[in-house]
């Protein structure tokens, strides 16, 4: 089993739609959660920081992290085409090592 | 540069050659990573630096990889005697301090080995 598990997709949506991405862990000893945007052939640029249990908002992102069940989440609304990326959740327990989810490619069709 | 800056964009090599990566970090981040992304996976880590100090090289595949960062900028990745596996995306990161998050990525080497 993987540290992190994240259903590739892809995930086709229409434009204006909510978007749910999903990452589960094994580790409780996890601390920081982040979610990264990466385009293609670009590097993850950082959407989401966050240390703690709870939703955490940023313009039209929400990320929410819940400890008890391993589980994170990022919500997008009102989804535009150029929200069509891969999304990469990625978590760390303090230490040096990152792990990353595989990412879930989106899709927002105009 | 505001960014992270990595060099050369692209690299070509035959199987058996060296070659080394750079990367420019983000002027006064502490922390610096290297990772290696394979097609549709997410980075995975190899190394960890704070300021000249290689603190973790848990992920380096093989010793025919080998980091350096003499002076605590600048960073080269040198893989040695390449194999056609060895072909990845070689994302490096930044971070401002010792907490080593978050991490400010730049847009990768793309190196293929014939």
């Known amino acids: 089993q993987k540290e992190v598990e994240q259903d590739p997709g892809p995930l086709s949506v229409p434009e204006g739609a909510i978007v749910s991405l999903n990452c589960t862990y094994s580790?409780?000893?996890?601390?920081?959660f982040m979610w990264y945007r990466q385009y293609s052939r670009k590097g993850p640029e950082l959407l989401m920081y966050t240390y703690s249990s709870g939703n955490k908002e940023d313009g039209r992102f929400t990320a929410q992290v819940d400890k008890s069940s391993k589980y994170i989440s990022l919500f997008i609304r009102d989804s535009q085409p150029s929200d069509s990326a891969t999304y990469l959740c990625?978590?760390?327990?303090?230490?040096?090592?990152?792990?990353f989810g595989a990412g879930t490619r989106l899709f927002v069709k105009a | 540069g505001a960014g992270v800056s990595q060099s050369p964009r692209y690299k070509v090599a035959k199987r058996g050659q060296d070659v080394a990566l750079r990367c420019d970090p983000i002027?006064?981040?502490?922390?610096l990573f290297w990772y290696q992304q394979a097609l549709g996976q997410g980075p995975e880590f190899l190394t960890y630096f704070q300021n000249e100090a290689q603190l973790d090289k848990s992920g380096l595949p093989s010793d025919r990889f080998f980091a350096e960062r003499p002076e605590g900028s600048v960073s080269t990745l040198k893989i040695q005697r390449t194999q056609q596996e060895d072909s990845a995306v070689y994302l490096c990161a930044s971070s401002f301090d010792r907490t080593r998050q978050p991490q400010h990525f730049g847009d990768g080497t793309r190196l293929s080995i014939l």
């Open positions: 002027s006064g981040h502490v922390s």
């Open positions: 580790n409780s000893a996890f601390q920081y």
């Open positions: 990625a978590i760390n327990t303090g230490g040096f090592k990152t792990i």
